[in-house]
T-cell receptor
Framework: GQNIDQPTEMTATEGAIVQINCTYQ??????LFWYQQHAGEAPTFLSY????GLEEKGRFSSFLSRSKGYSYLLLKELQMKDSASYLCAGFNQAGTALIFGKGTTLSVSS | GAVVSQHPSWVICKSGTSVKIECRSL??????MFWYRQFPKQSLMLMATSNEGSKATYEQGVEKDKFLINHASLTLSTLTVTSAHPEDSSFYICSARSRTDNEQFFGPGTRLTVL
């Protein structure tokens, strides 16, 4: 089956750098997604990795190692508004829909 | 970018009634739409996948007679929660994918409260 694991909670201070890890076990692989979700809102797309390596997009970067079944989301120059839940997601066994990890709640303090 | 809307954004209903939630792709044709449910402080759980013009595929443990899904056109899918009970109170989120894109675009969600 498909399994996606990530830490439940993390805390950091403004201006810092934080890395949110995700490990996955899937029967097939069609890429890994990261979404941000603020409380009471729908998830918003952050990144999609299908090849190994680091993809940088402004303050956010995402890394993938397919051989290790591992990804991380790197957030730099943290701001208070980055306090949210960060969801790691991959495709289900049929390869048709995204399934999500439990999400990592990040709290950024001043 | 691709926009997905949901209606209503929130609904309160009495136990035993049915509630319909609409999901629309506003600027693209969604060949596939997905319905998720999210309980407080939990992640999104996939309920079902629907393809335009065919029956929805439900995930294990999701009652298809209780959660009726209709994907009648390339821009509209509906989820009807029949005979709703308080335990059905949740945040329901739809997403849509076009024929050419792997990315799923999410609607803003519908908060259902069953009294």
């Amino acid at each position: 089956g498909q399994n996606i694991d990530q830490p439940t909670e993390m805390t950091a201070t403004e201006g810092a750098i934080v890395q949110i890890n995700c490990t996955y076990q899937t029967s097939g692989f069609n890429g890994l997604f990261w979404y941000q979700q603020h409380a009471g809102e729908a998830p918003t797309f952050l990144s999609y990795n299908v090849l190994d390596g680091l993809e940088e997009k402004g303050r956010f970067s995402s890394f993938l190692s397919r051989s290790k079944g591992y990804s991380y989301l790197l957030l730099k120059e943290l701001q208070m508004k980055d306090s949210a839940s960060y969801l790691c997601a991959g495709f289900n066994q049929a390869g048709t829909a995204l399934i999500f990890g439990k999400g990592t709640t990040l709290s950024v303090s001043s | 970018g691709a926009v997905v809307s949901q209606h209503p954004s929130w609904v309160i209903c009495k136990s035993g009634t049915s509630v319909k939630i609409e999901c629309r792709s506003l600027d693209f044709q969604a060949t596939t739409m997905f319905w998720y449910r999210q309980f407080p402080k939990q992640s999104l759980m996939l309920m079902a996948t629907s393809n335009e013009g065919s029956k929805a595929t439900y995930e294990q443990g999701v009652e298809k007679d209780k959660f009726l899904i209709n994907h009648a056109s390339l821009t509209l899918s509906t989820l009807t929660v029949t005979s709703a009970h308080p335990e059905d109170s949740s945040f329901y989120i739809c997403s849509a994918r076009s024929r050419t894109d792997n990315e799923q675009f999410f609607g803003p969600g519908t908060r259902l409260t069953v009294l």
